[in-house]
C-alpha cells in the first residue's frame, strides 16, 4: 500500500492551495480516507475524512468552511482543498486510510499513512 501526498507549498494568508494523495496497492473504495496535519512541536491532529462511497464527511471546527475534501475513487486519489488558509494552518499534512468505512476522526483507526507534505502560511 502507497499513499503518494503532494501539492504543499508556501502560501500567503487568504490563499488557497489543493493537496492531493494518490493511493495505489488497496481497494480504494473500500477505504474511508482522512487528512491529518502536525505542526512543529504539536501532536498530530485530526482535519477532515471522508467516507468510503463519499456520501459522508467530517472536519475539524478549525477548517470547518474553508477546507473540503473529496474523493475520485474511478483516480484512487483524495484531495483537500484549502480556501481562505491562515499561518495557523502551517503543518505538515499527512493522508490516511482505514477500514472504518464510515470515516474515523481518532487517527489510531488508520493503517495506512502517506509520507506527508508540507503547508506553510505567511502573514
Known amino acids: 500500500v502507497q499513499l503518494q501526498a503532494s501539492g504543499g507549498g508556501l502560501v500567503q494568508a487568504g490563499g488557497s492551495l489543493r493537496l492531493s494523495c494518490a493511493a495505489s496497492?488497496?481497494?480504494?473504495?473500500?477505504?474511508?480516507l482522512g487528512w491529518f496535519r502536525q505542526a512543529p512541536g504539536k501532536e498530530r491532529e485530526f482535519v477532515a475524512v471522508?467516507?468510503?462511497?463519499?456520501?459522508?464527511?467530517y472536519y475539524a471546527n478549525s477548517v470547518k468552511g474553508r477546507f473540503t475534501i473529496s474523493r475520485d475513487n474511478a483516480k484512487t486519489t483524495l484531495y483537500l482543498q484549502m480556501n481562505s488558509v491562515e499561518p495557523e494552518d502551517t503543518a505538515v499534512y499527512y493522508c490516511a486510510a482505514s477500514t472504518y468505512g464510515s470515516g474515523p476522526r481518532d487517527a489510531r483507526r488508520y493503517g495506512h499513512w502517506g509520507q506527508g507534505t508540507q503547508v506553510t502560511v505567511s502573514s
Open positions: 496497492g488497496l481497494t480504494f473504495s473500500r477505504f474511508a
Open positions: 471522508i467516507s468510503w462511497i463519499g456520501d459522508s464527511t
